[in-house]
Structure formats: structure tokens, C-alpha cells
């Protein structure tokens, strides 16, 4: 027989048996199978009725298995080679499955609610299948007992949306939640308990991306399991090419491209295949064709990219013999006006001997400087603003049609003056970044660190583009320039973008003193822990106290009489630091034990011990916790208990019950019971006082 010992702080100890069976396994029918991620979501993980992942249970290791995911339980309960949790293929052998039985001493989960024939079922099934692992091995599971989030509404909208309240469902919501986005907080809201309400903002809206959502409840809390949000691009539509005719042989050209719909992740398919796009704006885009050497009919479509997306109707391109010059391009274009400049022309069927083809400008004929058969380079004079007419007539006397050249006045070199906001944090959300200056113009945009980003120009003193979250991924100064395009334009001056390494969230460890008995005088409090940033600031049971000294790892404050002039009723003041933005936030709560009166164990306590526990079951050497004179302080101050994983029996200053195990089994009722077994004393309770005296003397420090 495997024995399987499960020592807890209980009345007595109990001594725990699971029987294996060493015959065949009946259970395991033809095709048994299960899968583990959806057997413990539904029947071991925290969030479940059945579960016994959650604190005070295996999620903090009650009798020496811990698990809080699917992962670990697999591990735990299949890999683990000392004990035999679970024997693939053999439920009867396997403890996992014979401690959930109806006739299990002990059956498990402790306490019930127990599971019921078809889940035990799934559990055999899985182990008769040869207890494979789960499919989220990179997975984060929810902490135990932290918030559950059910779902979001809505869970998707459309790329280029402003911003957009997000509703969450849930439970186990608290004031100080907070939505993540991809591990970055959003604005957020508490409704209620089941309800929470928060903004995704239009930048991190402009790109089409799937986000992680979760809920994150104020520091150790928990954490919820992840939902998708998602910002989905539209489907495109194509409703014009122009040309939508070119003539073989001819050189590469642009092709322009009307419809709706266009993102700036569009590509433009030829015969399915991608081309290089340029994307113009949400109705237009440009792509660049290839020569066609035969003639022929190609189809162009557009594709968005998931999530969403998909690809418009296709439209025709014809390639044809063509008689005579034809033109598929012009550089520049836009040309500059009231200033010379060298004009190229592109296309098919250019005449260079014995005579040149000649280019027409407004009608008048330019001899070009050099000539190709798909290529003219000719010098133009300078002209006024305006359009003009360009066309090319070769030697016979055949001529293109003609194509439209917009001559502009220069655009100005663009300056920079501010940026809003000027930093971020490092790991934070997209977001939009609002430029001032001079000189935009339409078609000016926004380079970071180089790149440019989709930029929105209000007028010629402002303009905003969004930043993604990659952008903010690494910290450190980034310049930001705006680009202006020709005619004139050009670079302008750098401003430069932080990106914050934010603050971590401080872990006070230790306090000293750790407790005294309330009415006293004003003191000098010393935390000790890690991350203390410049700036953090301490509250003592809720209130601010003066912080004197900092360091990163020490804080100095002081506490006055008024604070500490009565105990609170759970014997517990929090003492709470808060980092500064950005990042930062508050800590886990360090709690400074406050008393009623005075006790020690020897005047007030250990008359307890003999009048309540020590009637047989902890009054001897064989017990596993002895609380007769002499020996109770070392039995319990500072000890771990076996039954409650890293919780200690007796915690100086901590008189809460999830610091000390003996409060926890003093305070315990049907309705709240114990980490591990049953409340104590077995019998006639403690009385009001008695459990005080306990509260205080554990409050205090526990004085011998």
C-alpha cells in the first residue's frame, strides 16, 4: 500500500490512506480519451467549484503537491517520479483518481464540493489515454482566487475607430482593478464586482492587432485569464485602375488605385501575386507594374491583412500592342514651379534614331536629353503653377495621349517645436502623439526613431501620429523628425521622445517594530524590502505618514500617537508604499500587529493552552505540536506548518489568519473554515476574550 500523509494543525493530526489498487484497469474502454486542459479548467483550476488550486490548497502546496495551472499539475501529478499521482494509463493505481472516489478516506477535494460520476469519468479517461500534457504549456493560468473575467463587449472593432469603451464581466472585481492591454494599464473603471468598464484609445485602435485582456486586482490580488480583443481591418473594395491599359514592352510603371477601405497594411495583388504599394490614403493607393512583354489581361486585387481583412473583386489590366509612343509615367511628379528642372518620361515605343522623338510641354517640342525606347529625360524651363500637358511625338508624327503634370510652389523645409506628450513609459500602450511646429503640409509625416508612422496633419502648425507599442518597447531617447514632400519639402529639425524605464511596484518585507500595544506614544517606523523608487511614499493604516530617510532597499518614517491610539479589531494596521509614476503603484499591504493590552504567553496565554488543547491531544513529545509549558513558544513562533504551505504556525506581529495558522484555527467557523483541517480547539470554543488574548499576544511580537 502507498500512503499518502497529509500533517495538519488540526484538533490532532490526521493520518491520510490512499489504497492502491494493483490489478488491471477495467476502466480504461476503447478510444478513452481526454484532453487535460479542458479537464482541469472545468474540474482542478482555482476558478472552478471543484478546484483545489487556490490558496491554502495545492495552489500554495497542501500536502506537498502545488499546482496553479495545467502545466504544473501535469508535472506535478504525472512527472514526478517519487509518487505515483498518477500511473498513465491505470486509473485505479494512480492516487489522483482514487483520493476523488466516493469511498476515498479523506476524499478530495477537502471539504467538498466534490465530483460528481461523469466528471470522474473524464478524469479516468484522461489518465486511461495515457495522461497526456496540455496544449498551454507557455500559457499563464489566473493566480488563485484572483479576478475571473468572463468576457468583453464589445470584443472587437474596426481599425481606424476613436476611442471605445470596453465593457468586462467578471467576478471578483474589486475598487482597485485594473485592465491590462498586452501587459500595459488601460483607464478603468469599477462598476461592481462583476463589472468593470474600460477606454481603448483610438491609437492603440489604428493598427489592426489582437490584444490580451486581463484584470489584475490591487498588488498580490490575483490575476484574471486572458480574453481577445480584437481591431480588425475591413474588407477592400477596388473600384478603379488607372491605366487601366499599357502597352507592351513598355518600362515599369504606377498604377493607380481607387476604392475604399485602404489601410496602410493594403497590398496590391497582380495575377495574385504582391506588388510594391504605396498606400495614398483610405480611397487610393499606388503600386508599381512590371513591364508586360505580351499582350495580355491581369487581374488586380487588393488584400487587407487578418485580423479581418480579405481581398476585393478583382479588376482587369489589359497589356496591348500598341502602335505608336504611349506614356506610363512622369519624374517628378508634382514638378516645382518658377524653376528649371530635368522631367522624365516613361513608357513604350519612344523613336531615338535617326531622329528623336520629341517631348511636348503645353504643345511646344522639347528635344529630349537622352532617349531610350521606354524612357525620355528632357529639360523644362521654368513655368508658372498650374497643370500642364505633356506628350510624346515620335519622328512620324505619331503621337501619345496626353498626360497631366501639376507644377507646385515649393513646399517649406518643416520645423519642429513640441511633442505631447514628450514620454512614455517603457511597455505602455500605442499612442498618439501630438506634434506643433511649421511648415506642414498635406502629405507631411511623422518619423520615430526613422520610421515613419501614420500621421494625420490638422493644419500647417500641427499635426498628430500614433506610436505602437513596439515603438515603446525599449527605453531610452528617440528622435522624432517630420518629412515634408517635394516639390521643396524636406527633413526638419529632431525633437527627442523618452521612453521611461517605469518604476517596479515596491516589496516591503519587513518592519521593525513589528507591533505594540496601542495607546503608546509616536514612533519611528523602518521598512525593509526592495524597489523603494525616489519619491515613494508610505500610509499607515490608510493614512500618509513623513517618509525621513529612502533608499532603494530601506524607508524611515514616522508614525504619530493619533495612529496607533486604538487597535483595529483584526489586531492588523496595513503599512502600505507607493511608488511614484511612471510605472510604480502601491505595495502588497506589510501589516504592523497592534494589541489591546499586553500579554505574554507565559502570564495570559499558556493558561489557555492547558485549559483548552491540552487534554491529550498536544500534551506530549508525540504529538506533532506540543503546547505544554515550556514547550508551546518553540512548537509554534516561527515554525511552518505542514498542513498550510509557507504560512507559519505563530507569526510574529501577525495576527491576521493568513499570517499565523493558530488565529486561523481559533477564528475558523463552518462558514469560513481553516486553511487545512478543522477549527480548535476540538469541543467548546474559545470565547470572545479568549481569542483576543491570543490576537494580542501574536499582535504584539508573541513575548514568551
Not at 535617326?354 to 525620355?376: K, M
Not at 500637358?389 to 496626353?402: E, P
Not at 507599442?469 to 525633437?495: E, H, Q, W
Request: hydrophobic share 40%; net charge neutral.
Amino acid at each position: 500500500m502507498l500512503a499518502l500523509a497529509l500533517g495538519v494543525l488540526a484538533g490532532c493530526t490526521e493520518q491520510r490512506d490512499a489504497r492502491v489498487v494493483e490489478s488491471g484497469s477495467p476502466l480504461c474502454v476503447q478510444g478513452a480519451s481526454a484532453s487535460l486542459d479542458a479537464l482541469y479548467a472545468s474540474h482542478f483550476a482555482a476558478s472552478a467549484s471543484t478546484g483545489c488550486a487556490s490558496s491554502g490548497c495545492h495552489g500554495t502546496g497542501a500536502g506537498g503537491l502545488t499546482f496553479t495551472n495545467a502545466q504544473q499539475f501535469w508535472a506535478a501529478t504525472v512527472n514526478d517520479g517519487a509518487r505515483q499521482w498518477v500511473v498513465p494509463g491505470a486509473p485505479e493505481q494512480s492516487l489522483l483518481y482514487t483520493k476523488l472516489l466516493p469511498d476515498a478516506a479523506n476524499r478530495m477535494p477537502e471539504g467538498g464540493p466534490y465530483l460528481d460520476d461523469a466528471a470522474l469519468a473524464q478524469v479516468a479517461a484522461w489518465i486511461c489515454a495515457g495522461a497526456p500534457a496540455p496544449s498551454d504549456a507557455g500559457v499563464p493560468e489566473p493566480v488563485p482566487g484572483g479576478p475571473a473575467l468572463s468576457g468583453l463587449t464589445p470584443d472587437s472593432v474596426a481599425v481606424g475607430s476613436a476611442d471605445v469603451s470596453v465593457q468586462l464581466e467578471g467576478a471578483r472585481f474589486e475598487s482597485g482593478s485594473r485592465v491590462e492591454l498586452g501587459g500595459a494599464p488601460l483607464p478603468t473603471r469599477f462598476v461592481s464586482a462583476s463589472r468593470l468598464t474600460a477606454t481603448v484609445s483610438a491609437a492603440i485602435n489604428a493598427q489592426a492587432a489582437e490584444h490580451r485582456v486581463r484584470v489584475v486586482n490591487p498588488p498580490d490580488g490575483g490575476i484574471s485569464e486572458e480574453r481577445v480583443f480584437r481591431v480588425l481591418n475591413p474588407t477592400p473594395t477596388l473600384t478603379a485602375l488607372a491605366p487601366d491599359t499599357v502597352a507592351t514592352g513598355g518600362a515599369a510603371f504606377d498604377v493607380s488605385l481607387a476604392g475604399s477601405n485602404f489601410t496602410a497594411s493594403s497590398v496590391v495583388l497582380l495575377d495574385g501575386a504582391e506588388v510594391a504599394t504605396t498606400w495614398v490614403s483610405g480611397t487610393s493607393l499606388r503600386a508599381r507594374m512590371p513591364t508586360f512583354p505580351a499582350p495580355g489581361s491581369h487581374q488586380v486585387a487588393v488584400r487587407n491583412p487578418a485580423p479581418g481583412g480579405g481581398t476585393s473583386a478583382a479588376r482587369t489590366l489589359t497589356a496591348a500592342l500598341i502602335d505608336g509612343p504611349t506614356i506610363t509615367g512622369l519624374s517628378p511628379s508634382p514638378g516645382e514651379a518658377d524653376r528649371a528642372f530635368r522631367l522624365g518620361v516613361t513608357g513604350s515605343g519612344y523613336d531615338c534614331t535617326p531622329t528623336r522623338a520629341s517631348v511636348l510641354f503645353d504643345g511646344s517640342a522639347l528635344t529630349p536629353a537622352t532617349c531610350a525606347a521606354t524612357r525620355l529625360e528632357v529639360d523644362v524651363p521654368a513655368t508658372a503653377a498650374g497643370d500642364h500637358g505633356v506628350q510624346v511625338r515620335n519622328a512620324d508624327g505619331k503621337l501619345s495621349a496626353t498626360v497631366t503634370l501639376s507644377l507646385l510652389a515649393p513646399n517649406p523645409v518643416p520645423a519642429l517645436a513640441s511633442l505631447t506628450p514628450s514620454e512614455a513609459s517603457q511597455g505602455g500602450t500605442a499612442l498618439t502623439l501630438n506634434v506643433t511646429g511649421s511648415g506642414f503640409v498635406s502629405g507631411t509625416s511623422l518619423r520615430f526613431n526613422g520610421v515613419a508612422r501614420p500621421t494625420s496633419v490638422q493644419g500647417a502648425s500641427a499635426l498628430s501620429a500614433n506610436l505602437t507599442s513596439a515603438d515603446l518597447a525599449v527605453a531610452g531617447d528617440f528622435p522624432v523628425t517630420v518629412v515634408s514632400p517635394a516639390p521643396g519639402g524636406g527633413t526638419s529639425n529632431a525633437l527627442a521622445f523618452a521612453v521611461v524605464r517605469p518604476n517596479p511596484v515596491p516589496r516591503p518585507t519587513s518592519l521593525s517594530p513589528c507591533g505594540l500595544v496601542a495607546g503608546g506614544a509616536g514612533f519611528t517606523l523602518t521598512l525593509d524590502g526592495q524597489d523603494f523608487a525616489s519619491g515613494a511614499s508610505v500610509t499607515f493604516n490608510g493614512t500618509a505618514v513623513s517618509v525621513s530617510t529612502r533608499s532603494a532597499t530601506r524607508l524611515t518614517v514616522t508614525v504619530p500617537a493619533s495612529l496607533v491610539a486604538t487597535a483595529p479589531a483584526s489586531g492588523a494596521a496595513s503599512v502600505v508604499v507607493t511608488n511614484p509614476a511612471p510605472g510604480g503603484g502601491a505595495s502588497a499591504p506589510a501589516w504592523f500587529g497592534l494589541a489591546t493590552r499586553a500579554v505574554t504567553l507565559a502570564t495570559h496565554v499558556q493558561p489557555l493552552f492547558e485549559k483548552n488543547c491540552n487534554s491529550g491531544c498536544h500534551s506530549s513529545p508525540s504529538t506533532p505540536i506540543n503546547l505544554t509549558s515550556g514547550r508551546a513558544y518553540g512548537e509554534l513562533v516561527g515554525q511552518t506548518s505542514s498542513g498550510c504551505a509557507s504560512t507559519l504556525l505563530v507569526k510574529a506581529c501577525g495576527p491576521l489568519r493568513s499570517q499565523s495558522v493558530l488565529i486561523d484555527k481559533v477564528l475558523a467557523t463552518n462558514s469560513s473554515p481553516a486553511c487545512s483541517g478543522a477549527a480548535m480547539p476540538k469541543g467548546q470554543p474559545l470565547t470572545a476574550a479568549e481569542k483576543q488574548t491570543l490576537i494580542d499576544w501574536v499582535a504584539q511580537g508573541a513575548p514568551p
